[in-house]
């Protein structure tokens, strides 16, 4: 009789040979526990989705009380919905003017395909601009934009009319040009390993988009929700892009993506084409039931305001011969770590010992923390001992 891992490796499709194959079987609160009993602190969040933690009360209540009154019930966009009205609703309360839209996806890779769509149709132009070392999803028009040659290469051909500027690069704003479409770019570099923008950034990027008649695109997909201490990166940095990417912890661990944008923008997907972008279950009751949830969690329990005093705590506390820089933007953090052959000890010490942290794609030189906004302090406190002693751990490894 094969075992539950066996079965895992062998009949659930993988996509490394390296999987963590974390045999779960339960998560609360920052906590995920495995079959054997055993506790992690979740300093991840799912890769910033599980900002309220895992299974918040109100979340689960709220897709409890959708059950039971329906689900699938249309394709996208033909019924009115409850939930979808709602959430929109109050998205729109808490964002500028300028948004007035959100088209429902299921995954931020759809909303990364949809706003280059959008960048097209809107634009009448088909050149797109991003940045190297950006990832904004799998599908094959958003790992055009990938920038690593030798990834994208097995997948060729991609999309034509790609244009990459380095991040916090302003002689490469040249490059946005009146042949741009749109620009899509993160608030905050996250795959690259956590690269804020440098002061006045993306003021000068949303300038030139709007002197060329690019559209601006912000994929806050991961930095979005409350994650780097406002509510969304762009506010933070004090901007207001056309088009706005969402996902990840918008639902509150279940399934749920969008695009946010302005009527006049959105339209177009109304006519030539009419049905510009379909899709069956994007905005699904019960995945808007619990965003309605999340959103309402994450207000009114204030804890968008908890999170520079938790990001201050894990840094003033992460000191460490072997820690080269923690960078962040509230509580989206890298730790880069001084020389590459500790890292590995790090990870797998911190995972032994009941830390969850993570890699990032584009960096192999720091490791990931984001841990749920819900977090106590109490608990940051208790799991970032745990890695101190992780990178004791993997100095001492080193010494003769
Ligand atoms: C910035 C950013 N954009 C897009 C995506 C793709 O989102 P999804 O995995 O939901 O398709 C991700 C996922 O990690 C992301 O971090």
Known sequence: MPSKRELFLQNVAQTSGLSL???????????????????????????????????HPRVVQAIHDQVDSYMHT???????QSPQVSYAAELMK???????????????????ELAMKIGKRYT?????????????????????????????????????????????????????????????????????????????YLKMVRERCSEVGALLVMDEIQSGFGRTGHLFAHQKYDIIPDILLIG???????????????????????SKPVLGHITTFGGHPVSCAAALATLTVLIEDNLINQVNKKEQFIKNKLQHPIIKEVRSAGLMMAVEITKLKYLKHVVGYAIENGVLIDWFLFNNRSFRLAPPLIATIEELDAATDILLKAMDYAQARYKK
Do not use: W
């Open 21 to 55: 194959a974390l045999d779960i079987d339960h998560a609360s609160g920052m906590y995920i526990y495995d079959t054997s009993g055993k506790r992690y602190y979740d300093m991840n969040s799912g890769i910033s989705v599980s900002s309220l933690g895992h299974c």
């Open 74 to 80: 249309m394709v996208y966009g033909e019924h009115v």
């Open 248 to 270: 990840k912890a918008m639902g509150g661990g279940m399934p749920i993506a969008g695009v946010v944008s302005s009527k006049e923008i959105m339209n177009c997907l109304i």
């Open 94 to 112: 808490l964002l500028d003017d300028h948004f007035e839209s959100l088209y429902y996806l299921m995954s931020g890779t759809e909303a990364t």
């Open 124 to 200: 009448g132009r088909y050149e797109i601009v991003c940045a190297r070392h950006a990832y904004h999803g799998s599908t094959q028009g958003a790992e055009s934009l990938r920038s690593d040659e030798d990834y994208k290469q097995p997948f060729m051909p991609l999309l034509p009319g790609i244009r990459h500027i380095d991040f916090n690069c302003i002689r490469d704003l040249g490059l946005i040009t009146e042949r741009t479409s749109c620009v899509i770019i993160e608030g905050v570099q996250g795959e690259a390993g956590v690269i804020p923008p440098i002061p006045g």
